[in-house]
């Protein structure tokens, strides 16, 4: 695999439909970056004979069998250290340094946990995030934690802060991104003690951020914020608050336009822009979390994608790669003395 300067190892047998999906979403993505080679892995009776209908993709791909795959009932803890899953295996692949990322569809839990065993964490960061980019009013922002950490103290969060900083500078392209915490109201003494704390340690730290306090949910659309930060159960049900608005606004839609024939008539002058909205809100354009906080790149795609949603996350890792993301999330935590910021704050406390 030396022509091509890029390696994305991919499982196979994660997701909903898989390898079917997982292989016409790589033919996608072949298509729109030809400098990736990828590294495939899965039961080669099923994955080789799709993968073999796109000739092309197939030139650039290396197929190696794994025995066993990660079920989506399977619990973190029961496939952790079983080497011989195709999950296992694409992550591994990261480690030995044959991959600069992985792209999954499978169990979200066992992703994370195998991640972290295998690839650590960058040297300061105590957790890793799951992180993922999606649209405001005015652009995108990204949002994390999504459900890896479910209690967060006020370093986890802190350190959330910085990194999901980090990755709005690269992959959104924002300069100066503005920073908010999650939280019940905007008032220094509204929410929980790990709020306020974590409030105190981004304004105490030696980054140059733009740290705007605090943001409460309903002001996540309005384009108040650049990068959204929370603990993993209160972010988890925030983007399922939101996915579900995104949802019923659409049938709500639908419905009225078949309520009568003016409405009807009136959909046909509408279709532009009900289009230009449906494009923009379309959640297999944001496909691809990032778990970020390891010294390696590791991304997670929704398991019930179709192909095109997979494809937007092979794109995600491939862009955070090309950006060199994670030396240089490590570069910038490097110059945070998370030490020094916790004696300030228990000081203050």
């Known amino acids: ?76 803890s029961s496939v952790i250290r079983n080497r011989n899953t195709s999950m296992f295996m694409a992550i591994d692949a990261v480690r030995k340094g044959e991959a600069q990322a992985v792209v999954s569809a499978g169990n979200t839990g066992a992703l994370m946990a ?52 980090i990755l709005a500078r690269h992959a959104l392209g924002i300069a100066r991104p503005k920073v908010a915490l999650l939280n019940i109201g905007s008032e220094d003494m ?74 009807k008539i009136g959909m046909v002058f509408m279709m532009p822009a009900l289009w230009k909205i449906k494009k923009i809100m379309d959640p297999r354009i944001y496909n691809g979390a990032m778990f970020v906080g390891l010294n390696g790149l590791s991304v997670k795609s929704h398991g019930g994608t179709d192909a095109l949603g997979f494809s937007y996350a092979v794109d995600n890792a491939a862009n955070l790669i090309r950006q060199n993301f994670v030396p240089t999330i490590r570069e910038d935590i490097e110059k945070v003395d998370f030490d020094e910021i916790q004696t300030v704050l228990y000081d203050m406390y």
């Open 1 to 76: 695999m030396t022509e091509n300067n890029m390696v994305i190892s991919v499982d196979a047998m994660g997701g909903d439909n898989s390898p079917r999906v997982v292989i016409e979403g790589l033919a996608i993505a072949a298509k729109k970056h030809p400098d990736i080679k990828f590294l495939v892995f899965g039961d080669t009776a099923l994955v080789n004979p799709i993968l073999q209908r796109f000739p092309e993709l197939a030139k650039v791909c290396e197929l190696r069998h794994s025995a066993e795959m990660v079920h989506n009932e399977d619990k973190p």
């Open 114 to 165: 195998i991640s972290k065993l295998t690839l650590k964490t960058i040297t300061k960061i105590h957790r890793p995030a799951i992180v993922s980019i999606m649209p405001h009013r005015f652009g995108k922002y990204v949002m994390l934690d999504l459900g890896a950490n479910t209690e967060c103290d006020a370093i986890n969060l802190a350190e959330f802060a910085f990194m999901g900083e």
């Open 190 to 263: 509204k929410g929980k003690e790990e709020i306020r704390q974590a409030a105190q340690m981004i304004k105490c730290s030696k980054m140059d951020i733009d740290f705007i306090g605090f943001i409460e949910p309903h002001e996540i659309a309005n384009g108040k914020a650049d990068v959204i930060v929370a603990d993993g159960f209160t972010g988890n049900i925030a983007l399922k608050s939101i996915e579900g608005t995104a949802k019923q606004l659409t049938r709500m839609i639908k419905d009225a336009v078949k309520s009568s024939l003016l409405a």
